[in-house]
T-cell receptor, first 113, second 118 residues
């Protein structure tokens, strides 16, 4: 049973436009969410996170939105750049689960020049 | 940022042999390290949590005698796939958490090891 879902395995966006990556979760205990970015042959690197007490967190071109009632979060990248092309993983955890993050399957973003 | 080194990045072995994968935190101490496995187009699946100086905690369905984990120091954890078989072929990746870090603190990942068992 997949607790964290990323239903789009891939996404293509034109350079300069907005990229929106979606993530859904089923476990209502999750209270902390993270996005990781992974380039080929490298480990995932942390991108941005959000606590369940917030509904939005912004860091430069990256914004994460959280809709707790819908158990849905999204990552917005504006403007998208070719260097953003990577696999993006959504991850979730809760207070007592600490750093045992549950990962989604990832979405491969391709930003076309 | 913190660096986690994972070695080797790629290994091909014959069925029945054992393979050791190392995970090192290079510039910080990691009380806890995690080992994951990823099959193509699937999630990173947590296999076990490795705590320095104590036995690893394995996730349900992961054979602890098959996947031996040793976390002998605050900077090194090893995963040994014993008597590897073709079905063990997968991408293995480790992550490390800063010692003394808060719960939910972000993890730092190694670059992964692609294991192919012939």
């Amino acid at each position: 049973d997949q607790q964290v879902k990323q239903n789009s395995p891939s996404l293509s966006v034109q350079e300069g436009r907005i990229s929106i990556l979606n993530c859904d979760y089923t476990n209502s205990m999750f209270d902390y969410f993270l996005w990781y970015k992974k380039y080929p042959a490298e480990g995932p690197t942390f991108l941005i996170s959000i606590s369940s007490i917030k509904d939005k967190n912004e860091d430069g071109r990256f914004t994460v939105f959280l809709n707790k009632s819908a158990k849905h979060l999204s990552l917005h990248i504006v403007p998208s750049q070719p260097g953003d092309s990577a696999v993006y993983f959504c991850a979730a955890t809760y207070k007592n689960y600490g750093q045992n993050f549950v990962f989604g399957p990832g979405t491969r973003l391709s930003v076309l020049p | 940022g913190a660096v986690v080194s994972q070695h080797p990045s790629w290994v091909i072995c014959k069925s029945g042999t054992s393979v050791k994968i190392e995970c090192r935190s290079l510039d910080f101490q990691a009380t806890t390290m995690f080992w994951y496995r990823q099959f193509p187009k699937q999630s990173l699946m947590l296999m076990a949590t490795s705590n320095e100086g104590s036995k690893a905690t394995y996730e349900q369905g992961v054979e602890k005698d098959k996947f031996l984990i040793n976390h002998a120091s605050l900077t090194l954890s090893t995963l040994t796939v014993t008597s590897a078989h073709p079905e063990d072929s997968s991408f293995y990746i480790c992550s490390a958490a800063l010692a003394g870090g808060r719960a939910n603190e972000k993890l730092f990942f190694g670059s992964g090891t692609q294991l192919s068992v012939l």
